[in-house]
């Protein structure tokens, strides 16, 4: 295959090097550390201009290396935009989408039969070629059933979890979320993985700190080159942090997560130097999709999804609304929080659900952008995102390169000296010309919902084909995405389409989406002009993968994954009844 073929090359060329200096050196290309946030937004960084500056070690890894303003998640969802970042390929070309509605966000509950296919190429098993050892730490999430497991898909190792850490649930109903060191499960969240909601105390992210410094210890004493996957998921609700973090924010619990995440990466990268690596080891920092901007009938509610077949239910007392404050410009997400009557009444019945009665504001801030998770206007998508490889990388850059998570797969394989595999459509770009040379690439970002192309950016325009933030009938119960944030004819309520004369905005005047360019203007013209023609080619060579995300089924959520046995953790799983899932927005 290319990928072996390039391998080779690049070995040789390390081996003709080194004995043109005359040693010997056994050829080992760069480590590979790819830091993927969950629901962080572009705003929570220091060096974004959050104003409580909480970030010093982040912050500290952009002045070393370059950051990347303009980059973007392949969906507004977690497993949509982590499929895209192993595979270097949009959703819709992996299957990770649904088509049981038109538009829809769907991802990877435990009642989810789908997953990842076979059929795709993901970056461990092609760093394997180059002999790359590889982890992931934390959120693996595109899916749990057996033969969706990583370490079927060219991860040698894994410590962490399938889904996302919802709960707790009753192991009758629902099973709690597993927790996997490699091939078998050694716990289950709320179990032997506490996560207290009441004080948001969780130990998780030392223990994901802890698996990255040994693994990263382990590898280079083998003196093998390693990729480590870090997918930590402390920002993703419910947020939490260990006991030493909980309260040292200005932000609230969302902050305290976000200091622990840092304080872990200062960590991990100090490792690197102290190893003598760090000139050796290309990382990078981002965020799966923007941050969670909800406002929701029961705070900590699975807004992911509200779960196939599950709306949100009546509106309570415990409403929890994220205002952008708007007499603070971009750059603060002010809370306002109104505290829960009744906070005795746990749930179970529903992926997320879980009790009511929390009272500290979860969720990030997405700096100037429209709306957050779960939308395609900008604060869904665009992400914070650093490269840091000292040595190569020039220190205290900014790239305006349009970036996206995707292009984390090429560069990788570039930075490995493989070739992207040739006989499929491949949508990262190789990065390493932006960071190493300062060099700009035209190329377009796409921005779906399910298997609908909502919006596209090309340079500084960006066309809305669609717009949707979610339904009338979940916004009366209380659930928006884009709480104080109501642009007449932009943040609509039923779906819009425009796919005729799109919504086009300039982000560099009008980053907030919020002035559309007149229909009559050259500007738009030459803009739809441009815009339309890349659309077009999209369209016209677009193979759809199979839809993953359009059956579940009760019987197939974790009940017993293997290594139950030993812990005696197995459940008896109900009778197997496919179900088409339900996905409300
Ligand atoms: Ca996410």
């Known amino acids: 295959m290319a990928a072996v073929a390039a391998a080779t090359r690049w070995q040789l060329l390390l081996v003709l090097s080194a004995a043109g200096l005359g040693v010997t050196l056994a050829p080992q290309p760069p480590n590979i550390l790819l830091l993927l946030m969950d629901d962080m937004g572009w705003g929570d960084l220091g060096v974004y201009g959050e104003p409580s500056r909480e970030t010093p070690n982040l912050d500290q890894m952009a002045a070393e290396g370059m950051l990347f303003p303009n980059f973007y998640a392949a969906n507004p969802l977690c497993s949509p935009s982590r499929a895209a970042l192993l595979t270097g390929r949009l959703p819709i070309r992996t299957g990770f989408y649904t088509s049981n509605g038109h538009a829809r966000n769907a991802y990877t509950p435990q009642e989810v039969v789908g997953g990842i296919p076979d059929s795709?190429?993901?970056?461990?098993?092609?760093?394997?070629?180059?002999g790359y050892a590889s982890k992931i730490v934390g959120k693996w999430h595109l899916g749990h059933r057996p033969q969706f497991h990583p370490l079927k898909h060219g991860f040698d190792e894994w410590f962490g979890s399938p889904n996302c850490h919802f709960g707790p649930y009753d192991n009758k109903?629902?099973?709690?979320?597993?927790?996997?060191?490699?091939?078998?499960?050694?716990?289950?969240?709320?179990?032997?993985?506490?996560?207290?909601?009441?004080?948001?105390?969780?130990?998780?992210?030392?223990?994901?700190?802890?698996?990255?410094?040994?693994?990263?210890?382990?590898?280079?004493?083998?003196?093998?080159?390693?990729?480590?996957?870090?997918?930590?998921?402390?920002?993703?609700a419910p947020v939490y942090a260990s006991r030493p973090f909980l309260g040292s924010s200005q932000r609230g619990r969302y902050g305290d997560a976000v200091r622990e995440i840092d304080a872990g990466i200062g960590r991990v990268l100090r490792l690197l130097q102290d190893l003598g690596v760090a000139e050796n080891t290309f990382v990078f920092f981002t965020s799966d999709n923007g941050a969670a901007l909800i406002s929701a009938p029961k705070q900590g509610l699975d807004l992911t999804t509200a779960a196939p077949g599950h709306?949100?239910?009546?509106?309570?007392?415990?409403?929890?609304?994220?205002?952008?404050?708007?007499?603070?410009?971009?750059?603060?997400?002010?809370?306002?929080?109104?505290?829960?009557?009744?906070?005795?009444?746990?749930?179970?019945?529903?992926?997320?659900?879980?009790?009511?009665?929390?009272?500290?504001?979860?969720g990030g801030s997405n700096?100037?952008?429209?709306?957050?998770?779960?939308?395609?206007?900008?604060?869904?998508?665009?992400?914070?995102?650093?490269?840091?490889?000292?040595?190569?990388?020039?220190?205290?850059?900014?790239?305006?390169?349009?970036?996206?998570?995707?292009?984390?797969?090429?560069?990788s394989l570039s930075v490995a000296g493989l070739e992207p595999p040739s006989d499929r459509a491949i949508d990262g770009l190789d990065l390493l010309p932006a960071m190493l040379q300062g060099r700009l690439m035209d190329r377009p970002i796409f921005y779906y919902r399910g298997n609908t192309l909502m919006a596209v950016t090309l340079g500084q325009y960006k066309a809305h084909f669609w717009t949707w933030t979610n339904s009338w009938e979940e916004f009366r119960q209380g659930v928006d995405f884009c709480p104080g944030q109501n642009i007449s004819g932009v943040t609509t309520h039923t779906q819009e389409e425009h796919t005729k004369l799109p919504l086009i905005f300039h982000l560099g005047r009008d980053p907030g989406e919020r002035y559309p360019l007149s229909v009559a203007s050259t500007e738009y013209l030459d803009a739809l002009h441009r815009i339309t023609s890349v659309v077009q080619q999209h369209q016209e060579t677009l193979v759809p993968g199979q839809p993953q995300l359009n059956v579940c089924n009760q019987a197939v959520m974790n009940w017993a994954p293997p290594g139950c046995e030993k812990l005696g953790k197995c459940l008896e799983p109900p009778e197997s009844v496919p179900e088409k899932c339900s996905w409300p927005h």
């Open 367 to 411: 700096g100037p952008f429209l709306c957050g998770k779960q939308t395609t206007f900008e604060g869904g998508m665009r992400e914070p995102a650093i490269a840091w490889w000292p040595g190569r990388i020039p220190a205290g850059q900014v790239s305006h390169q349009l970036g996206s998570i995707m292009d984390l797969f090429t560069t």
């Open 311 to 362: 709306l949100p239910g009546e509106p309570s007392p415990g409403v929890v609304n994220l205002n952008l404050r708007p007499d603070s410009g971009w750059s603060f997400i002010s809370t306002t929080v109104s505290v829960p009557q009744n906070s005795s009444s746990p749930t179970s019945d529903g992926p997320g659900r879980e009790p009511g009665g929390q009272t500290c504001p979860e």
């Open 173 to 236: 109903a629902r099973p709690n979320i597993p927790v996997y060191r490699d091939w078998e499960m050694v716990g289950r969240y709320y179990e032997e993985f506490p996560i207290n909601l009441r004080t948001g105390e969780a130990n998780l992210t030392q223990i994901y700190v802890q698996e990255a410094l040994d693994f990263i210890k382990g590898q280079q004493a083998a003196r093998r080159p390693f990729f480590l996957y870090w997918a930590v998921d402390a920002t993703h």
């Open 120 to 130: 795709e190429h993901l970056l461990p098993e092609l760093l394997r070629t180059a």
